[in-house]
């Protein structure tokens, strides 16, 4: 009996998946990376069947690749020969919430923003929002330590993990963090697993904190530059000013038509950027009026202040298609740089001389309040490799990054995609600390293997 076929038979019917065409389909993120050819699919539903998945894999000396639902965009989830995928999608109970506490406690398969709305029932709020929150998950967001649009104010994922339930590689089942606010009880082990992109344990279960919803609808702005440089500076100007903006988006111009390409938004031939801010406090119109004067100041043509709800999502709206605009024109190699908020101005120069030099349509955005920068490199439709000019201008990019003090990912975590570059940033003890925490949890190097480290 094949090995595969022993784990059919120790989970429930129709949990493991076997014909090739549908594994194909759960072997791949939305990245161009092709995948490799696994023996199988389990789609989890439950906390046993991951336990059973695991110690079979242990037994068998099997890969296991743990996913979400496939939003990642570092190739994270890209499955190899020989691997068994393990899908955490039907995993969707929202086990509880607790507006005493603040809190909630979900499995990974919750869909972001269903864990919002229904926190927004109690009068909460999950904060965390990346672009894909409607279609990612929230074990996807753990594993990547996933940012979004309002982490300039409220943080990254990490910054809302309490605690964990996680299954280590040989089935057992480990418990960290706390339901409390704050716990110094031993080593941060959650904060050691957000991000952790699936090679140290798989995430079954989270207690996450809530924050009180806005009392007033947030105030929102879109303010158009002649530079991105402008709308940089303007950035910078605003942080300085203590406006704390609960969101801060900055699109290029490169971005911006291949918005108006797609959906025609009536894009002036002047505007080279375009910078999207909001505050939900308060005095939201005061700080959004403090913050369209900065942008004035700051060389901006034109600032348009919403005046309702459905204005506000008309603008937030503009800056979440930007990726699938800019789908449609190629395949995407998709970065995430981080810098110091000071140097953003540099940074997005950077990018633009890199794009210039090596021949590159280059569409850039930008979690401008937090220095979070997303040059997405585009090349044609259906290679399975950038060109070597992509990879050039990417190089460029990532070192330029690193000599202003940034980062190689903010928020999409390292994959398979940027481990090339992960010496430039970490260098060699780092490297050996990191393999000795993997080899920790993961003796054998069976949770995903080839990614992150």
Request: with cysteine; net charge negative.
């Amino acid at each position: 009996m094949r090995p595969i076929d022993t784990l059919v038979n120790s989970l429930p019917d129709g949990r493991v998946l076997t014909d090739p065409d549908v594994i194909d389909s759960y072997a791949r993120d939305r990245t161009f990376v092709e995948p490799g050819k696994p023996l199988g699919v389990v789609l989890a539903a439950s906390r046993d069947d991951v336990v059973t998945t695991l110690k079979w894999a242990t037994e068998h000396r099997v890969p296991v690749v743990p996913r979400g639902a496939g939003t990642g965009l570092a190739g994270g989830a890209t499955a190899g020969d020989g691997a068994v995928i393990l899908s955490l999608a039907r995993m969707t109970a929202i086990s509880e919430i607790s507006p005493a506490d603040e809190i909630a406690v979900v499995e990974p398969g919750v869909i972001t923003a269903d864990l919002d709305k229904a926190a927004r029932e109690h009068g909460l709020m999950y904060a965390p929002d990346p672009s894909s929150y409607e279609i990612s998950t929230i074990g996807g967001n753990l594993a990547t330590n996933a940012g979004g649009l309002r982490c300039v104010k409220y943080g990254v994922t990490r910054d809302s993990a309490l605690g964990l339930e996680v299954v280590l590689a040989d089935g057992r089942i480990l418990n960290t963090g706390r339901r409390t606010m704050k716990g110094v009880t031993g080593y941060d082990l959650t904060g050691l697993f957000v991000g952790s992109e699936g090679t140290l344990g798989v995430i079954t279960s989270a207690t996450v904190r809530l924050r009180r919803a806005p009392a007033v609808p947030p105030a929102t702005f879109a303010a158009e530059f002649g530079s991105p440089r402008e709308a940089g500076a303007a950035v910078s100007a605003i942080i300085a000013a203590g406006c704390q903006p609960s969101l801060m988006e900055l699109l290029d111009r490169a971005t911006l038509e291949a918005i108006d390409e797609w959906r025609n938004i009536g894009l002036e031939p002047t505007t080279k950027a375009m910078l999207i801010g909001q505050s939900d406090a308060s005095d939201g119109q005061a700080m959004v009026a403090r913050m369209e004067e900065l942008c004035l100041e700051n060389g901006a043509s034109f600032v348009a202040v919403s005046s309702s709800p459905a204005e506000t999502e008309e603008l937030i709206g503009l800056r979440r298609m930007a990726y699938q605009a800019k789908e449609r024109l190629g395949a995407c190699l998709v970065e995430d740089v981080c810098v110091p908020r000071s140097v953003l101005p540099d940074m997005i120069t950077a990018i633009e001389t890199a794009a210039a030099k090596h021949d590159v349509r280059i569409c850039t955005v930008a979690h401008a309040g937090d220095g979070n920068l997303h040059p997405v490199f585009i090349f044609e439709h259906g290679a399975t490799e950038p060109p070597a000019n992509v990879w050039a201008a990417a190089d460029e990019v990532f070192t330029r990054a690193l000599e202003m003090g940034g980062t190689l990912t903010g928020e999409h975590g390292v994959g398979l995609l940027k481990r090339r570059w992960l010496d430039l940033e970490s260098g060699p003890l780092t490297r050996e600390v990191q393999q000795g925490i993997k080899a920790v949890f993961d003796p054998l190097g069976l949770l995903n293997p080839g990614k992150a480290i």
